[in-house]
């Protein structure tokens, strides 16, 4: 791939993939979990966030390609069959991210213009998600710039307002310290909720083939992007827990919007609530472009039915790709709820992450000339230890969740062990062709139009 990013390019699509649905709807359900100390979760989150973009920043110098976890996890072990499972789950939570932005699309923000069933909304809501993919990763990703702008003046929005009125001496900062009955079990389940709300910086490795000086730029761009996130995000949780009464927060699916009305502004409540849907919607979008691409290219290697690597003639963009994620996106929409499919994201992610850490220690047996950043020993340890802590049972995640991450991962076995069948053969994963490039393949398949795909929460 060409090399076109530098830093200051890069940390703008960082920033742009970690900003998203989490916050705008999901910080209700996490006041819910914890109470008014609504900054605590976000911090925990923020801190598990930093020690796993440590890894991935020493792993992108080890590996400067566009494969991401995948990639880092087959170089460590060289168990295919691993391989493959983590390259699923990245698919899955592209998945379970979308089902969490499309179930809350019918929720409180569009009640402010109309009231409507959210299957309805959220079907017609994905087939034109759906529609814009098919269109092309350009004009997709053209779209989703100027979204993520507006989610930006959303999220300024919310500073500014609500900022201003508690330096005023609006609402109540005594809820800071109050933190549920249940205590580290709910700052536990919180955690994991709030954890939805800073993912997305982890795809921002497949860039690494298009940045310049990528050893030295990389780490940069994804520390300053996760930090200037981070504590957008604990201000925000700051803001809302001192203007908006947790039970009141936990209520709503649309918390930011009982913030912005609580600062006692003449803010037009409809424009806000229209800036809220646009963000989530930007966010389903993002991540059925990412698990597209990934279909396509597993696909394309036949270790999944080689049916999803077929792309649209001109378009050239994965249409069994992006219409079997968007079909299984509408039946979570339907089987789950906002918190449980937040949740199961979380959880794939967590699985990976952990994956990741470990590679990164395991790795370090290959020494790399040059190698540019590298975490303290104790930084993927504790990365590793605290990802797989916060996917067990003891984050207090409901079960409902690991039995819906169980039977999707069964999902992808079943699709493996389809394509073996009809390969007739045992083919290993090449994690280099999970990010096909968009200029595309010139002799036999044609390739899908991407230059690589990034979730966002």
């Given at each position: 791939m060409r090399r076109v990013l530098g830093y200051r390019l890069l940390l703008v699509l960082i920033v742009g993939d970690i900003l998203g649905a989490g916050i705008y709807t999901l910080s209700g359900v996490v006041a819910g979990e914890i109470g008014g100390a609504l900054w605590l979760p976000f911090l925990?989150?923020?801190?598990?966030?930093?020690?796993?973009?440590?890894?991935?920043?020493?792993?992108?110098?080890?590996?400067?390609?566009?494969?991401?976890?995948?990639?880092?996890?087959?170089?460590?072990?060289?168990?295919?069959?691993?391989?493959?499972?983590?390259?699923?789950?990245?698919?899955?939570?592209?998945?379970?991210?979308?089902?969490?932005?499309?179930?809350?699309?019918?929720?409180?923000?569009?009640?402010?213009?109309?009231?409507?069933?959210?299957?309805?909304?959220?079907?017609?809501?994905?087939?034109?998600?759906?529609?814009?993919?098919?269109?092309?990763?350009?004009?997709?990703?053209?779209?989703?710039?100027?979204?993520?702008?507006?989610?930006?003046?959303g999220l300024l929005t919310v500073l500014g307002l609500g900022g201003t009125a508690v330096l005023t001496g609006v609402g109540d900062l005594g809820r800071l310290g109050e933190i549920d009955a249940d205590g580290l079990f709910a700052i536990f389940g919180a955690t994991a909720l709030?954890?939805?709300?800073?993912?997305?910086?982890?795809?921002?490795?497949?860039?690494?083939?298009?940045?310049?000086?990528?050893?030295?730029?990389?780490?940069?761009?994804?520390?300053?992007?996760?930090?200037?996130?981070?504590?957008?995000?604990?201000?925000?949780?700051?803001?809302?827990?001192?203007?908006?009464?947790?039970?009141?927060?936990?209520?709503?699916?649309?918390?930011?919007?009982?913030?912005?009305?609580a600062a006692g502004f003449d803010y037009p409540s409809q424009l806000f609530a229209l800036i809220s849907l646009v963000a989530v919607s930007n966010?389903?979008?993002?991540?059925?472009?990412?698990?597209?691409?990934?279909?396509?290219?597993?696909?394309?290697?036949?270790?999944?039915?080689?049916?999803?690597?077929r792309v649209l003639p001109g378009r050239r963009t994965p249409w069994v790709g992006a219409a079997v994620a968007?079909?299984?996106?509408?039946?979570l929409v339907l089987t789950g709820e906002l918190d449980g499919l937040a949740d199961t994201t979380v959880l794939f992610l967590l699985l990976v992450?952990?994956?990741?850490?470990?590679?990164?220690?395991?790795?370090?047996?290959?020494?790399?000339?040059g190698q540019g950043f590298r975490a303290p020993t104790a930084v993927p340890v504790l990365g590793a230890v605290a990802s797989a802590f916060f996917a067990s049972p003891f984050a207090d995640r409901d079960a409902d969740v690991y039995?819906?991450?169980?039977?999707?991962?069964?999902?992808?076995?079943?699709?493996?062990?389809?394509?073996?069948l009809l390969r007739g053969d045992t083919a290993v994963l090449?994690?280099?062709?999970?990010?096909?490039?968009?200029?595309?393949?010139?002799?036999?398949?044609?390739s899908a139009d991407t230059r690589g795909s990034r979730p966002r929460a």
């Amino acid at each position: 791939m060409r090399r076109v990013l530098g830093y200051r390019l890069l940390l703008v699509l960082i920033v742009g993939d970690i900003l998203g649905a989490g916050i705008y709807t999901l910080s209700g359900v996490v006041a819910g979990e914890i109470g008014g100390a609504l900054w605590l979760p976000f911090l925990v989150a923020f801190v598990l966030a930093a020690l796993t973009a440590c890894s991935y920043a020493e792993l992108v110098g080890r590996y400067p390609q566009a494969a991401g976890a995948a990639l880092y996890v087959q170089q460590a072990v060289k168990i295919p069959l691993l391989t493959f499972m983590v390259a699923f789950a990245v698919v899955l939570s592209g998945i379970t991210s979308a089902a969490t932005a499309s179930r809350a699309i019918g929720g409180d923000y569009l009640e402010e213009f109309v009231t409507l069933p959210v299957a309805l909304v959220a079907a017609v809501f994905l087939l034109v998600v759906l529609a814009v993919n098919l269109w092309g990763v350009k004009q997709s990703l053209t779209i989703n710039l100027v979204l993520t702008g507006v989610e930006v003046v959303g999220l300024l929005t919310v500073l500014g307002l609500g900022g201003t009125a508690v330096l005023t001496g609006v609402g109540d900062l005594g809820r800071l310290g109050e933190i549920d009955a249940d205590g580290l079990f709910a700052i536990f389940g919180a955690t994991a909720l709030a954890f939805y709300a800073l993912i997305g910086f982890e795809d921002s490795v497949n860039l690494a083939e298009e940045t310049r000086e990528p050893r030295k730029v990389f780490p940069k761009a994804l520390f300053t992007g996760l930090g200037l996130t981070g504590v957008v995000y604990l201000l925000i949780a700051v803001i809302s827990s001192t203007l908006v009464a947790a039970e009141d927060l936990a209520q709503s699916d649309g918390p930011l919007l009982l913030v912005v009305e609580a600062a006692g502004f003449d803010y037009p409540s409809q424009l806000f609530a229209l800036i809220s849907l646009v963000a989530v919607s930007n966010t389903a979008l993002i991540n059925l472009i990412m698990a597209s691409r990934l279909l396509y290219g597993m696909g394309r290697q036949r270790v999944i039915p080689g049916v999803f690597a077929r792309v649209l003639p001109g378009r050239r963009t994965p249409w069994v790709g992006a219409a079997v994620a968007t079909a299984a996106t509408y039946v979570l929409v339907l089987t789950g709820e906002l918190d449980g499919l937040a949740d199961t994201t979380v959880l794939f992610l967590l699985l990976v992450f952990t994956s990741v850490n470990v590679s990164c220690l395991v790795s370090r047996r290959d020494r790399v000339p040059g190698q540019g950043f590298r975490a303290p020993t104790a930084v993927p340890v504790l990365g590793a230890v605290a990802s797989a802590f916060f996917a067990s049972p003891f984050a207090d995640r409901d079960a409902d969740v690991y039995v819906r991450a169980g039977i999707l991962l069964l999902v992808g076995l079943a699709l493996a062990g389809v394509a073996r069948l009809l390969r007739g053969d045992t083919a290993v994963l090449d994690v280099a062709e999970l990010s096909a490039d968009a200029e595309g393949d010139e002799a036999g398949v044609g390739s899908a139009d991407t230059r690589g795909s990034r979730p966002r929460a």
